[in-house]
């Protein structure tokens, strides 16, 4: 399978490189970055011009340069990984249209982990019926985007979510209303990632945690989603959840 790395400067760009050169048989076809590296492969700097090369794009980059990567998957009818979190509305469709025409995978956290944990929030969310819920997620001082995409995956895994009103901290006079869902971002040092899910009731307290221990691992479910994406025909709009055959 042929593979082009979006964003492959960057550090989750390099994390995936040696994570597929070191583990799989993939080939790495080209990278797409803003700033060039030496690499064993072609670089460019931008998708203009570039024809159809690679089976499946993983894109670990930003979200600002979603337009150009669309463009140039509709235009190769080049399926696409989508790791980059913290799209606008807009981006959103835009992704949203291009899966009309080429198969995506779409998920802010592509360890198994999360993705269970998503699972789990689900249900205790459907068992702890008038809990107070919050979630705190935590990561480096590097991190552009807050909250994190896995923090919002695991927001919209909550029963009835349409529901809640989502609270993005709390400062001064806030006192906390019924239906409501505070969200948390903390940031320092080199935190890889960590994602809490509180269910706070009358006398109890439910906590959910997941602890991400190297950023390893998103590379592997990003391999794990391209290598599955490459098998499948119909475009549409995927999720881990798909990848990994959760029903
Ligand atoms: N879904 C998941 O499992 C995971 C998702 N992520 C997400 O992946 C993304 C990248 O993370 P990380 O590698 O740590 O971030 P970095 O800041 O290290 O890398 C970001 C990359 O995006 C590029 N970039 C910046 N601005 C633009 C732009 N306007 N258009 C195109 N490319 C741009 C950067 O290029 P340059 O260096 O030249 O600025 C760089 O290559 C983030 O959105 C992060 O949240 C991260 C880990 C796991
Ligand atoms: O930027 C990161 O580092 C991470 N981003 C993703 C997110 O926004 O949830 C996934 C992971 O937590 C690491």
Redesign the pocket.
Known sequence: MRVLLSGYNG??GQVLKNYIQDNTALEIVAGVGRELLEEKFPTYTSYEGLEKIADVIIDFSHHAGTASLVEYAKRTVTKVVI?T??HTTEELELIDELATQVGVVYA??YSLG?NVLVELVKKASELLLGYDIEVI?K??NK?V?AP????KMLVDAVKDVEDYNRVYGRHGDMKRQEKEIGIHAVRGGTI??E?EVIFAGEDEVIEIKHT?LS?KM?AKGSVTAAQWLNTVGEPRLYSMKDVLGIK
């Open positions: 550090t989750m790791a979190t913290g802010g956290n999360v997620e990561h480096h991190k985007d994190s995409g896995t923090a890889v990632g994602h991400a950023k998103f």
